[in-house]
């Protein structure tokens, strides 16, 4: 009886920390997405919104707000000072994870631009979005790719066109390779990946399939820790065919994970 009692004080001592938790973060993460947006709407009366102060604004509050909701990012090689970035696409934690690593420029599609939070400051940071259901908005999509490129930005590409559970590498799309490749310009793989302590990263840090945001996000920070890595490869490649550089990068995005795999 009384291991029963001890028991269920316990549980109830474990659901308390984890509402307390989620409340604080939870107030923690509306500051920060607050402070976020008053910091671009501050550049944009002054005229100072040009696309590296906004990868630098966004760089500055994804730190934040990853740290206040309990998101350590750990790096392992070197972030390239420019060029196209291509990765594995695992939640809509990637694109805070990549920003407060480097300031940089985002190709992602469509539908996270309504997603509360993340979408507004993604539309304000200069994310360039893609509907793959339509073949002229891919297009655009290449042209607007150009301009980050040829300023000597750094531009971070999901070629999977989707996001996954991380057990394996989707297909890589090439159409949207074809910018840096006509450009020259030199593209590094990267992989992406997500720990848990206290949980199954495949279903509660990474976001895919038919998952619904608010369940997902509320149960994410309830978490103690998400512990997210970057791997950077130490080529970076040019190449003059999109379909050869698409198959060669998924190829050295499925090498790092397996690099990091055997640590």
């Known amino acids: 009886m009384e291991f029963a009692t001890t028991v269920r004080d316990s549980g109830k001592s474990s659901l308390t920390t984890r509402v307390v938790r989620l409340m604080g973060r939870v107030i923690l993460a509306f500051c920060c997405v607050s402070g976020c947006l008053a910091d671009f709407t ?13 990868a630098a604004i966004l760089q500055k509050w994804s730190a934040r707000l990853l740290s206040s909701i309990g998101v350590q990012i750990h790096l392992y090689g070197e972030i390239p000072d420019r060029g196209l970035i291509v990765s594995n696409h695992l939640s809509y934690l990637d694109i805070l994870v990549f920003s407060a690593a480097s300031a940089c420029v985002f190709v992602s599609k469509r539908e996270v631009k309504s997603w509360p939070g993340i979408g507004w ?6 994310t360039i979005y893609i509907d793959r259901t339509r073949r002229t908005n891919t297009h655009s999509a290449q042209e607007e ?7 000597g930005m750094r531009l971070v590409l999901f070629p999977e066109g ?13 159409s949207l390779f074809q910018p840096a490749v006509e450009l020259k310009m030199p593209i ?9 302590r206290d949980g199954n990263a495949a279903l509660e840090a990474c976001y895919w399939g038919s998952m619904t945001m608010a369940p997902h996000l509320l149960n994410l920070l309830t978490k103690e820790s998400v512990q ?4 950077f490869s130490s080529e970076q490649l040019t190449f003059t065919n999109r379909k050869e550089a698409a198959r060669i ?3 050295r995005v499925e090498h790092l994970r397996s690099a990091a795999a055997r640590v």
């Open 228 to 231: 997210a890595s970057l791997r």
């Open 188 to 196: 590094t793989a990267t992989a992406i990946e997500y720990f848990l």
């Open 121 to 126: 400051i993604s539309s304000l940071s200069g």
């Open 162 to 174: 989707t996001s996954s559970d991380g057990s394996s590498v989707l297909h890589f799309h090439s």
């Open 145 to 151: 790719m150009q301009s980050p490129l040829l300023s």
């Open 249 to 251: 990068m998924q190829s």
């Open 42 to 54: 501050f550049h944009a009366i002054l005229g100072r919104l040009k696309p590296r102060s906004r």
